[in-house]
T-cell receptor, first 111, second 112 residues
């Protein structure tokens, strides 16, 4: 099955700096790559996603890039704010609809 | 609009007791359904997913099972709980195709 690796496991940045989280996947048939944000004790919620026919997608301060050849994708958050502090998960879905997640990155934005 | 219901929100069960967690989706038909487990401070582990009634794919061998008796109902069960079954269980649904998954509120299970 699909194996999704996510790095780093923890990330601390100063407010206003950028944060980058990287993921790799193993199944070359995977075609959908969402990113979720999970605040403490709550359900994960989608923040951005990218499909395999696109190399980059941006939504305000958040961007995601995808390199299908290398089978890796990254989340970029610019101008970070304290409310960005949360656990972020990447995921990959293959054609069989299994949606596998990375182990998560705990992001802390300090004022 | 679509909604997902998952209950109970919290559950404390003794070791060796059975388990049944239920998840239902409203406002859509023929969704993909998923069960995930999140241990404390850990990632989201895919346990089961289903693309249709009676169709269950298991990702991790364990003492849990899943069933989909109706199109929008997904049940996670165990005959005998282990201490290691403690965790935060999340149900999710998605449309067919390349779309996002929506999560339920989750059930925090503590096995004592």
């Amino acid at each position: 099955g699909e194996n999704v690796e996510q790095h780093p496991s923890t990330l601390s940045v100063q407010e206003g700096d950028s944060a980058v989280i990287k993921c790799t996947y193993s199944d070359s048939a995977s075609n959908y790559f969402p990113w979720y944000k999970q605040e403490l004790g709550k359900r994960p919620q989608l923040i951005i996603d990218i499909r395999s026919n696109v190399g980059e997608k941006k939504d305000q301060r958040i961007a995601v890039t995808l390199n299908k050849t290398a089978k890796h994708f990254s989340l970029h958050i610019t101008e970070t704010q304290p409310e960005d502090s949360a656990v972020y998960f990447c995921a990959a879905r293959n054609s069989g609809y299994a949606l596998n997640f990375g182990k998560g990155t705990s992001l802390l934005v300090t004022p | 609009s679509q909604t997902i219901h998952q209950w109970p929100a919290t559950l404390v069960q003794p070791v060796g007791s059975p388990l049944s967690l239920e998840c239902t989706v409203e406002g859509t038909s023929n969704p993909n359904l998923y069960w995930y487990r999140q241990a404390a401070g850990r990632g989201l582990q895919l346990l089961f997913y289903s693309v249709g009634i009676g169709q269950i794919s298991s990702e991790v061998p364990q003492n849990l099972s899943a069933s989909r008796p109706q199109d929008r109902q997904f049940i996670l069960s165990s005959k005998k709980l282990l201490l290691s079954d403690s965790g935060f269980y999340l149900c999710a649904w998605s449309l067919k195709g390349v779309t996002e998954a929506f999560f339920g509120q989750g059930t925090r299970l503590t096995v004592v």
